[in-house]
């Protein structure tokens, strides 16, 4: 089906146009002032937030305004960092925060995060009565309709409110080789605020001054201060690799305990959903309202009677041909994670050194990575599954898609990112369904049952954490099993990247990864801002500071 190229200049417009926000901030609801100039939104939790709506130092109107003057000064401007691709209109923000203002001063509450701020990441769909599309990153969506998707509703039933969309590797990182993190045609290059001179030309898909997965957006923006929470989806290290570069607390759910229609997809034999924010807490709360279970008794900030089993760090580092390999780095987290082993034991954990879990080499099936041969088989179903949940688009298929950035390659396929091999493979898959389901018992045997679930059986442990400068996600990815990640340090000799420690659990025993996330914040030393936002701030850089 071709797809007519006439419209892409008036898309583009359209996309200039929903990405600006000066004076969004300033015309809210009428507001000359706030309340919340003690507020640092770099380090400001969702929990301390919500303690001030229910003492009534501030409202939820403010605080839409308090955001949205952030992301006035660092998304297209200050640092650049370009991890928002539209905010909701005004009209709208100024209507729904009243409405949760109103709730709340006649006596109704709806849980933890009533007129609490969060950003969504654009290839989660949302209503076209919020005012904001749902693009993917493609200008192929720009001016498509599409009505909630169910985790959406989830949300603002607990009466949050939807600030924005974020920016995404285009196609949630499925599209084509060599694309850097966090790219996408219609957000631009979402830029890391701790990394010091943004991505460097040529940098690597996971290189030390990229953002690290395809959640990018939606893990600056909490770093950065432009929302408290976010919403994302994770195949394969999605949320868990750049929550790790951004700083932050960050979980994907078990595979298959959340519908991901109306995301995105690659399979539904990895896919699924998750969150970060900047405290356990926090994130307990937000991901507590997706699963429908209340996981505060888990949050006991004590180490006591945990038992958890580390992989050798040295085992796991990413591989050169994504992350050139940095001695120094390597050998501080090392370090950072010895030292923090030691603070679990002594805290009265259970603790077993040097597990031994497969490697992604291990996942080959006939001398092929068989997490691949699945993803290809799989995409094409899926994605046309997904886009046919729009209206008024003339984007239908996988083909549709191709099609269209053939015909519109300078903005689609520029030289700097010409391919598309991802989506173009996806048409080529011709493996038998005995195959595939050879395929998908490979993969379960060797991540689940030989790999996670034989190192909790023989070690005696509930949890296994090692370095998320790894691919320890990917093996969990694997399992279907779910994954979380929490702050470790900073590359200050580098770059001043971020780095984090990733944890798994078996399915279904999020409670058990919460446990231990909260008690990392308790006894660790306390996350960072972005140095480079703090610094500006103190500065008074920006005028609207």
């Known amino acids: 089906m071709a ?3 006439a419209p892409i200049q008036h898309m583009f417009a359209q996309v200039k146009e929903s990405s600006l926000f000066a004076n969004s901030a300033t015309t809210l609801g009428g507001l000359k002032s706030s309340q919340n100039n003690d507020i640092d939104v770099l380090t400001v939790t969702a929990t301390e937030l919500q303690e001030r709506l229910a003492a009534g130092t501030t409202s939820t109107l403010e605080l839409v305004r308090m955001y949205l003057d952030q992301i006035d000064r ?3 401007e200050g640092l650049k960092l370009n991890a928002i691709i539209s905010t909701a209109p005004v009209d709208l923000l100024t209507e729904r925060a009243k409405e949760l203002d109103a709730e709340r001063a006649n006596g109704t509450f709806k849980g933890p995060l009533h007129g609490i701020p969060i950003v969504i990441k654009d290839n989660i769909m949302t209503d076209s009565a919020l005012g904001m599309d749902t693009t993917c990153g493609s200008f192929s969506l720009v001016g498509a309709k599409a009505k909630n998707a169910p985790i959406v509703d989830r949300l603002l039933k607990a009466g949050m409110i939807i600030l924005g969309k974020a920016n995404l590797s285009e196609w949630a ?7 850097t993190t966090g790219w996408s045609p219609v957000g631009g290059q979402t830029q890391s605020p701790y990394v010091r001179g943004g991505v460097a030309k040529g940098d690597k898909l996971l290189g030390h001054s990229t953002p690290a997965g395809s959640s990018s957006g939606s893990c600056v923006a909490v770093a950065a201060g432009f929302s408290p929470l976010s919403l994302a989806t994770e195949t394969d290290g999605s949320i ?17 305990a959340l519908s991901t229609q109306g995301t995105s997809p690659l399979s539904p034999l990895t896919d699924s959903l998750g969150s970060v924010a900047k405290s356990s807490h926090d994130l307990a709360s937000l991901i507590g309202i997706m699963m429908d279970e209340d996981y505060s008794h888990f949050l006991t900030e004590s180490w006591q009677g945990q038992r958890i089993g580390f992989v050798d760090p040295k085992a796991w580092e990413l591989h050169p041909v994504v992350c050139s390999r940095n001695e120094a780095l390597q050998q501080k ?3 950072e994670i010895d030292e923090r082993i030691s603070v679990i034991e002594t805290a009265g954990a259970r603790v077993v050194k040097n597990v031994v879990l497969p490697q992604c080499d291990h996942l080959t099936w006939k001398g092929e990575d068989a997490l691949e041969t699945l993803w290809n088989h799989d995409y094409k179903k899926a994605m046309d599954k997904f886009l046919s949940l729009y209206h008024e688009t003339s984007i239908r298929t996988m ?3 191709i099609q269209f950035n053939l015909e519109h390659a300078d903005k689609e ?8 091999q991802m989506l173009e493979m996806s048409l080529k898959s011709n493996i038998s369904d005995e195959e595939y389901s050879e395929i998908v018992d490979f993969l379960r045997l060797t991540a689940k049952t030989n790999g996670f679930d034989r190192i909790f059986t023989e070690n005696n442990v509930d949890l296994l954490m090692g370095p998320l400068d790894g691919r320890i996600v990917t093996i969990a990815a694997a399992a279907g099993y779910p994954a979380a990640v929490v702050p470790l340090g900073y590359a200050d000799e580098l770059n001043g990247r971020a780095y984090g420690v990733t944890i798994v659990a078996a399915a279904g025993q999020e409670g058990r990864l919460f446990q231990a996330m909260s008690a990392w914040e308790k006894s660790m030393p306390e996350r960072k801002p972005p140095p480079q936002l703090t610094n500006w701030a103190a500065a008074g850089i920006n005028s609207n500071l």
């Open 173 to 179: 990182g499925a599209k084509g080789f060599g694309l």
């Open 413 to 420: 396929l520029p030289p700097v990112f010409p391919g598309q």
């Open 399 to 401: 083909e549709d898609i």
């Open 240 to 256: 868990t690799q750049p929550a790790g570069r951004a700083s932050l607390y960050g979980m994907k759910v078990t595979v298959g």
């Open 333 to 335: 987290q090392k370090r």
């Open 74 to 76: 660092h998304n297209h």
């Open 3 to 5: 797809v007519a190229a």
